[in-house]
């Protein structure tokens, strides 16, 4: 059964460094997303993106935070300046217009 | 702000027992969906009810949205071992058509099943 991928599995970052975390979607899906969770915490949206543009950010998804396509099948989530409380695992979802979201197994972010 | 809570919490049984997990809210959804999720994996769907008072069974799981499509009841016949999981649901935005755009998650239901 296809899969969303991601990569990589756990990343270690000094605060205030950029991070770069990488999504490979499932191949004919069209809708493509960005959750996190923080430990104990609940799983939260972060974005939404749709024909090479966002759909929807959340509050949380602000200045430091950028998606980009940059080519076919990759879908990146970009931190450029990170902070403690980005510390979280960082799952991709992708869907069809009529179906539901489907999650890779996250990257374990976290910041030093 | 679209909550969905999720009781109980914790809930630790026997084998062969059956158990029944709930997620409210006061918004409509226009879909909701369950999810299964293992330490270090990401949520895994287990289905999707789109209409009000719709059932759905899943091998020994039935899963039943509220008739006004704002709560939903997840309910687990002869519990086995391999049923231990976190049980997550999570509602679609009413106002994006059926599974499109923010899923709202629970906090979730980490159920235990001892042989």
């Known amino acids: 059964e296809p899969e969303v991928t991601q990569t990589p599995s756990h990343q270690v970052t000094q605060m205030g460094q950029e991070v770069i975390l990488r999504c490979v979607p499932i191949s004919n899906h069209l809708y493509f997303y960005w959750y996190r969770q923080i430990l104990g915490q609940k799983v939260e949206f972060l974005v939404s993106f749709y024909n090479n543009e966002i759909s929807e950010k959340s509050e949380i998804f602000d200045d430091q935070f950028s998606v980009e396509r940059p080519d076919g099948s990759n879908f990146t989530l970009k931190i450029r300046s990170t902070k403690l409380e980005d510390s979280a695992m960082y799952f991709c979802a992708s869907s069809r217009l009529t179906q539901p979201q489907h999650f890779g197994d996250g990257t374990r972010l976290s910041i030093l | 702000t679209q909550l969905l809570e999720q009781s109980p919490q914790f809930l630790s049984i026997q084998e062969g027992e059956n158990l029944t997990v709930y997620c409210n809210s006061s918004s409509v959804f226009s879909s909701l969906q369950w999810y299964r999720q293992e330490p270090g994996e990401g949520p895994v769907l287990l289905v999707t009810?789109?209409?009000?008072?719709e059932v759905k069974k899943l091998k020994r799981l039935t899963f039943q949205f509220g008739d006004a499509r704002k709560d939903s009841s997840l309910h687990i016949t002869a519990a086995q071992p391999g049923d231990t999981g976190l049980y997550l649901c999570a509602g679609a935005q009413p106002d994006r058509g059926s599974t499109l755009g923010r899923l709202y998650f629970g906090r979730g239901t980490q159920l235990t099943v001892w042989p």
């Open positions: 009810v789109v209409t009000g008072g």
